[in-house]
């Protein structure tokens, strides 16, 4: 009865912003009276409406909503619909916030490459930051800029360079054995998803190369489900309240009333108790793998690892070496996802909008300002399957980037504007992702061996593999043969695109040798 009564309260809101859209529209639409356009402009504004701050063009918005009603079904076909009639880049509408996305590879050279200082701060976020990271320390990625954070940034970088890289090949090496051994005996039985085994064997290795520290089996899987928990909460657009705030207003209403009146479900939040308690989570790890490390640093017994060069040194104070951390951990989300090397990461782009940055002073396009504070997202699957950089650009040809093409099956030469990457999944400009040169390493050295161990044959999986599928709300259904990069995405609306399940049977090419490689020690 109360949960009806919370639902109903919440409807009735929303139910009431939409009459009051249809209301400003005809009054909008009806009356070419300036005058009265501003007038109600203004009341959308002091409801809490979005700025107009820039004259790009964009879809026009319900009032206080804006453009948030549109894309519930999804972020990457709506865009592509926009971009479609308004162009590359584009104005858009999240309840308060004024939002520019950028669609094209030549709109991001132009902007977040060629004028990268101007669109390098992260925007702040109530949900993520204030009630996931209560404790004020985020991530390198997902941190506004400022001296710490590029100091951060700077000491982590020095760590994953492909000069450094090799050092951390005592991790690597054990971590690929114990996979190669795992899908050998998988080989032996029924086709099964492979989420939760390459879940388990990112994380574990990223942690591991991050502190230097051996991790059991429960440990990595219980770091693989949270960390994928985590990302889970930095998806634009949601929740409504971070935009709306109308509905923040409501929110306290709600809690107010059931703290008077001991209604224990108006009076809590679930989507902020889980983000509180995936954090609590993850602070407990974290604390304690930097104990251990230091604990091995002192006793001189610390093998090469990230964390570990950096603690040596004494670059940073305690803050940044915890914005350090989150921020290694965190990198062994998508490895799960994206072990497919440059052209599945180009097809099957794991993190579709990127990371949403925020604007500084001097940001344009093409002579438009750009106000600082905009929310600015970086649209890398459309740029990624930008057909004036790739030809048959929404294929899955792997021959785009042999024998000396750079992208084109067509011609030799770099497609395109120059960015500083290949392609758009991890980021461009003076934000992308640091790990870049560590992460496709790790995917090139796990793809090479599974193929040349093991063929691979999709297959329907049975009901008895489908409770082991990661995470669990995968196994609803299972992908297409065709493996459609959107119809085949089970979170169409948030900034992971995780698929749906997949049914994949191995059958080992030599298992003689292969057992024999997993017996020699050299390797």
């Known amino acids: 009865m109360e949960a009806a009564l919370v639902r109903y309260g919440q409807s009735t809101v929303v139910n009431g912003l939409l009459l009051f859209g249809v209301v400003f529209l005809i009054l909008v639409g009806q009356n070419q009276c300036k005058l009265l356009s501003r007038i109600a402009w203004t009341i959308n504004r002091a409801l809490g409406g979005a700025p107009h701050g820039t004259n790009l063009p964009g879809p026009s918005g319900w009032p206080i909503l804006g453009n948030l009603y549109d894309m519930k079904d999804g972020h990457i076909q709506k865009l592509k619909e926009w971009q479609a009639k308004y162009g590359d880049v584009i104005r858009c509408e999240l309840g308060e916030r004024e939002m520019v996305v950028i669609n094209s590879h030549k709109a991001l050279a132009e902007t977040v490459v060629q004028q990268n200082i101007a669109y390098s701060s992260r925007p702040i976020f109530k ?38 890289l090799p050092t951390y090949t005592k991790v690597i090496h054990p971590k690929l054995k114990k996979l190669l051994g795992e899908v050998f005996g998988i080989s032996k039985g029924h086709a099964v998803d492979m989420a939760d085994i390459l879940h388990r064997f990112g994380t574990g290795q990223v ?10 089996d429960d440990t990595v899987a219980m770091l693989a489900e949270n960390e994928t928990n985590i990302f889970r909460q930095r998806t634009v657009g949601f929740p409504a309240r971070d935009y709306v705030p109308i509905l923040r207003g409501v929110k306290r209403i709600i809690y107010s009333i059931g703290k008077t009146l001991g209604i224990e479900s108006w009076s809590c939040d679930e989507a902020e108790d889980r983000a509180r308690g995936y954090r609590r989570k993850q602070g407990v790890y974290i604390d304690k793998l930097l104990h251990d490390l230091k604990a091995d640093i002192e006793a001189g017994t610390a093998p090469p690892s990230i964390m570990g060069n950096i603690l040596k040194k004494n670059l940073l104070d305690d803050t940044q070496i915890l914005l350090a951390s989150y921020t290694g951990i965190a990198a062994g989300v998508n490895l799960g996802y994206a072990l497919n090397w440059t052209e599945g990461s180009r097809v099957y782009t794991p993190v579709r909008l990127g990371f949403p940055r ?40 792997p021959e785009r980037w042999m024998n000396g093409h750079k992208g084109r099956t067509d011609m030799l030469e770099a497609p395109g504007d120059k960015i500083g990457v290949p392609i758009l999944t991890f980021g461009a400009g003076r934000r992308a992702c640091p790990g870049f040169e560590m992460a496709s390493r790790g995917l090139y050295s796990t793809l090479v061996l599974l193929i040349h161990f093991f063929t691979w044959e999709r297959q329907p999986m049975s009901e008895e593999a489908k409770k082991d599928v990661f995470p669990l709300f995968r196994n609803q259904r299972e992908c297409s043969l065709e493996m459609d990069a959107l119809a085949d995405t089970a979170t169409p609306t948030e900034a992971q695109a995780i698929p749906w399940a997949c049914g994949i049977k191995f059958h080992c090419r030599d298992p003689e040798a292969m057992q024999s490689w997993l017996e020699n020690n050299d390797m």
């Open 358 to 397: 925020e604007t500084l002073e001097g940001a344009t396009y093409r002579g438009m300002k750009i106000p600082k504070g905009t929310l600015t997202i970086m649209n890398l699957y459309s740029a990624n399957h930008d057909p004036n950089v790739f030809d048959y650009p929404d294929d899955f040809r």
């Open 127 to 164: 949900l993520f930051h204030s009630d996931y990271a209560s404790n004020g320390i985020w991530t390198v990625g997902t941190s506004p800029i400022n001296d710490s954070v590029q100091r951060t940034r700077k000491a982590f970088n020095a760590q994953v360079t492909p000069r450094v």
């Open 207 to 216: 942690s591991e190369q991050l502190m230097g520290l051996p991790l059991d």
